[in-house]
């Protein structure tokens, strides 16, 4: 079946702006897991949903993050008044039943903020 | 933070040859996985290797586990041009967080 998707690939923002980025995890996946990638880095851990329940935002950096997942399927990532320093891609992924299952990503969303 | 460390950064080899690269970390952990990026895609599951397994193969990827110096290998045999990417470890701690090294950026030349 298809795989993780997200939207939109390529974000520019003006410093201040509001953004919002969305991920369509594999159907069925319980687990949800939203990622940053700064450039030349490897991916830090944002937040984990399991279905629409957000267990954990521990690695969300500011209260200007916030990430939903109403219905258990779709999850939102949004920044509000966006700086210079949350330019990065930002990568979900989803899993099984199990949170220590094989996590499988979209292909990011590059976020720009000039 | 970072809890694992890729080695090297980068690694540019022939076609044909293997590719070599490490993973240290630095606090014990449930399973370690390799993780494949292309130039501006996402991340593609190559290999998990669990605390109690020592190694493991797929195809043309070897993977190997030394939990006593906290340390991983990730071996490509017969590399091909598609094996161009950046590769990271990642590490659990019996969660569900993964915690990824910087990455070994591997050239594949023709």
């Known amino acids: 079946g298809a795989g993780v998707s997200q939207s939109p690939r390529y974000k520019v923002a003006k410093r201040g702006q509001d953004v919002a980025l969305r991920c369509d995890p594999i159907s069925g996946h319980v687990s949800l897991f939203w990622y940053q990638q700064a450039l030349g880095q490897g991916p830090e851990f944002l937040t984990y949903?399991?279905?629409?329940?957000?267990?954990?935002k521990s690695g969300l950096p500011s209260d200007r993050f916030f990430a939903e997942r109403p219905e258990g399927s779709v999850s939102t990532l949004k920044i509000q008044r966006t700086q210079q320093e949350d330019s990065a891609v930002y990568l979900c992924?989803?899993?099984?039943?199990?949170?220590?299952?094989?996590?499988?990503f979209g292909p990011g969303t590059r976020l720009l903020v000039l | 933070s970072q809890q694992g460390e890729e080695d090297p950064q980068a690694l540019s080899i022939q076609e044909g040859e293997n590719a070599t690269m490490n993973c240290s970390y630095k606090?014990?952990?449930?399973?370690l996985q390799w993780y494949r990026q292309n130039s501006g895609r996402g991340l593609v599951h190559l290999i998990l290797?669990?605390?109690?397994?020592r190694e493991k193969h797929s195809g043309r990827l070897r993977v190997t586990l030394d939990t006593s110096k906290k340390s991983s290998s990730l071996l490509i045999t017969a590399s091909r041009a598609a094996d161009t990417a950046s590769y990271f470890c990642?590490?659990?701690?019996?969660?569900?967080?993964?915690?990824f090294g910087a990455g070994t950026t591997v050239t594949v030349r023709a």
């Open positions: 949903f399991q279905n629409e329940a957000q267990l954990d």
């Open positions: 606090t014990s952990i449930n399973n």
């Open positions: 990642a590490t659990d701690k019996r969660d569900y967080k993964l915690s």
């Open positions: 290797i669990r605390s109690n397994e």
């Open positions: 992924a989803s899993g099984g039943t199990g949170a220590r299952e094989t996590q499988y």
